[in-house]
């Protein structure tokens, strides 16, 4: 037997199926790609997650769309974050030329330009469907987990949500966090002081920098309403699996945001699905491009809850991959948890890229034909190596692999074309209303402002108005005032004398 024949023959027996699969490519050996020699993933194993590794330039991520595409394809929904902008031409048939027809050939795949369903959603200012939620539904533990704060200052946000539980005070955007932790640190001291203990000033102000410096790289645009429903990102079209193309272009300075927006959706499947146990193929796929954005500014609980996530969520029915440059950008905890690698080429131009990629090789199984680490260094665009697991979970014979093309678009979208599918999207119609309803905010405003006016009736005087009194009376007092002056009755005494003299002298004719 030559050496492609039992190279061939290695790959049929560990990729035997009784269940559908996916045709990722061929295998090469010696450098030059093995007709036929398929590389296949069992749609079975999908759910246990992979990785899409290699640095820039190499074709990872049109690995990512060559998945996703051919999940829609088999009736699997996907959600795929876009940072670069040029996952969007899964929406639009690709174009065949010779170089994509001799691929397909040599590969032993047709292959049919077509487009798969697409939704277009945001978390900031692009167009397409809002995914937004409330702060209630991220809870006191993941708040504090991605505002990274110590065990004083996670008491105080537990504080605030019991807080506003007893007062029926809903906590929909980070302005009414803010709110409440103003009112427990001055309006409401004493009443929070009561009830829950003394709460520091110190633990609040240093809360409210955190959000102010999460509101800066655009979180209040996410945190709101109307929640977006994760149920909705698994939906079917013509029997194809709808792609959710969630674009991120204007983020990428912020990947605060980003992990919150990451972890609050893993976390919301994780809680939302029931479980499924084993399945023929998975419920969803979600697709984090750049995922070294989510780990590198996470903090230690923050990872710790990425990680619990990710080896409970398959359980669920969901699949996560990662497509990042190196392997070490994905913490080693979930690593070991992957399933599917697919490990474009790495550049060694530094002693510590020869470090990563001796590390790396060591993550891949044995193989009589490839030098591992030299390999790595050796691919070209479009080549990788690719190992799962089989419907028994064993691992798939390493193969380095001739990817096959996209059948969908490999560029973006121009400006009409998004605009059409933003316009035709239902979920548009359902979630970009805006939406500002009381909650926290307002109801303590409210509240405040209430008790500010009755303080302010209480304190003024009341206003006394003097009682008018009976002229004839006065008159009469005026009298009796006068009458017990000793010197006025004597004036009036003489007074009376002198008139009655003068007019009984002109009654009789004397003069005086």
């Known amino acids: 037997m030559s050496r492609i024949e039992a190279f061939k023959k290695l790959l049929a027996e560990g990729q035997v199926y009784k269940k559908d699969f996916i045709v990722l490519g061929t295998g090469i050996l010696d450098g030059y790609p093995v007709p036929h020699a398929q590389v296949k993933v069992p749609l079975k194993t999908m759910n246990r997650h992979g990785l899409i590794a290699g640095a820039t330039g190499t074709g990872k991520t049109k ?16 959600v795929v974050m876009d940072l670069k902008g040029d996952l969007s031409g899964l929406a639009q048939p690709g174009q065949l030329n010779d170089f994509i ?74 302005k009414d966090l803010k709110r409440v932790l103003q009112f427990i640190s001055n309006e409401g001291k004493e ?21 102010i410096e999460l509101e800066q790289q655009g979180a209040e645009r996410f945190f709101g309403e109307r929640s977006f429903e994760v149920q909705d990102f698994v939906r079917q079209k013509d029997g194809k699996g709808v792609v959710s193309v969630i674009r991120l272009t204007d983020i990428q300075s912020t990947p605060k945001l980003f992990s919150t927006f990451m972890l609050s959706l893993l976390s919301e499947i994780y809680e939302t699905f029931p479980e499924q146990g084993d399945a023929d193929q998975p419920k969803l796929c979600l697709f984090i491009d750049e995922a070294h954005l989510v780990f590198s500014t996470a903090s230690k609980d923050l990872l710790e809850k990425i990680e619990a996530i990710v080896k409970l969520i398959r359980s669920k029915g969901v699949g996560v991959y990662f497509c990042t440059q190196t392997p070490t950008d994905v913490p080693e905890n979930i690593l070991g948890q992957l399933g599917l690698k697919v490990q474009h080429a790495l550049r060694a131009f530094t002693a510590k890229d020869r470090k990563a990629i001796t590390k790396t090789a060591e993550n891949y199984p044995d193989s009589e034909y490839y030098d591992t680490a030299k390999v790595l260094t050796q691919m070209g665009i479009g080549e990788a190596l690719i190992t799962s697991l089989n419907e028994k979970g064993i691992p798939t014979p390493l193969a380095q692999t001739l990817v096959r093309a996209p059948i969908s678009r490999m560029d973006i979208l121009t400006n009409q074309e998004i605009d059409s599918l933003v316009n ?31 303080q302010e009736k209480a304190a ?11 002229r004839a009376k006065e008159e009469e007092s ?20 002198e008139l009655t003299r003068g007019i009984l002298g002109s009654f009789t004719g004397r003069r005086r």
Not at 478 to 497: A, D, K, P
Request: glycine content about 4%; overall charge negative; aromatic content about 6%.
């Open 63 to 78: 690995t990512l769309q060559v998945i996703s595409e051919q999940l829609s394809l088999k009736g699997v929904p996907s």
């Open 191 to 211: 009443i929070i002081k009561k009830e829950f203990g003394q709460v520091s000033s110190a633990s609040v102000n240093t809360i409210m920098r955190k959000i």
């Open 478 to 497: 005026l009298f009796e005032e006068l009458s017990r002056n000793t010197m006025v009755r004597q004036l009036g005494r003489t007074i009376f004398r």
């Open 424 to 454: 035709q999207s239902e979920l548009v119609k359902k979630y970009n209303e805006d939406m500002d309803r009381e909650s926290a905010y307002e109801m303590l405003e409210e509240k405040l402002n209430q008790v500010e006016k009755e």
């Open 460 to 470: 003024l005087p009341k206003p006394t108005i003097p009682k008018p009194r009976p």
């Open 101 to 174: 027809q001799n691929r397909s050939d040599v590969i032993g795949v047709d292959y049919q330009p077509s487009g798969v369903p697409v939704e277009l959603m945001s978390i900031s200012e692009e167009k397409g469907v809002r995914l937004k939620a409330t702060v209630s539904e991220f809870g006191p533990v993941l708040i504090s987990q991605i505002l990274d704060l110590n065990d004083t200052q996670q008491g105080v946000i537990a504080v605030v949500f019991r807080y506003c539980d007893m007062n029926l005070l809903p906590l929909v955007d980070l």
